[in-house]
């Protein structure tokens, strides 16, 4: 299993981005596959999530900014942040849960200017 994650940068306070999250070794709609991030000096917190079955979740503070989907032809999962705040910078993490193990891509750094 593998989890390459991909897409951040810097950016201004209002705009977006699109992280992806490349997939190997399972099928990434068999899964519930999550987003996580860590802002410098604090712990790494859920951003959203989606469900073998479509369903998803997002933290409050994303809810109506980001979106969080998956392509399986390419086996890939994304999320989509927009209205980007300064609040969102943070090192973001995907993760896969299979069989009872959480499995981690290395982070992505997202940097938000005011």
């Known amino acids: 299993v593998q989890l390459q994650a991909s897409g951040g940068g810097l950016v201004q306070a209002g705009g977006s981005l699109r992280l992806s999250c490349a997939a190997s070794g399972f099928t990434v709609s068999t899964y519930t596959m999550r987003w996580f991030r860590q802002a410098p000096g604090k712990g790494r917190t859920s951003v959203t999530d989606?469900?073998?079955?479509?369903?998803?979740n997002y933290a409050d503070s994303v809810k109506g900014r980001f979106t969080i989907s998956r392509d399986n032809a390419k086996n890939t999962l994304y999320l989509q942040m927009n209205s980007l705040k300064p609040d969102d910078t943070a090192l973001y993490y995907c993760?896969?849960?299979?069989?009872?193990?959480?499995?981690w891509g290395q982070g992505t750094q997202v940097t938000v200017s005011s």
């Open positions: 993760a896969a849960d299979l069989r009872g193990t959480r499995y």
């Open positions: 989606i469900t073998s079955g479509g369903s998803t």
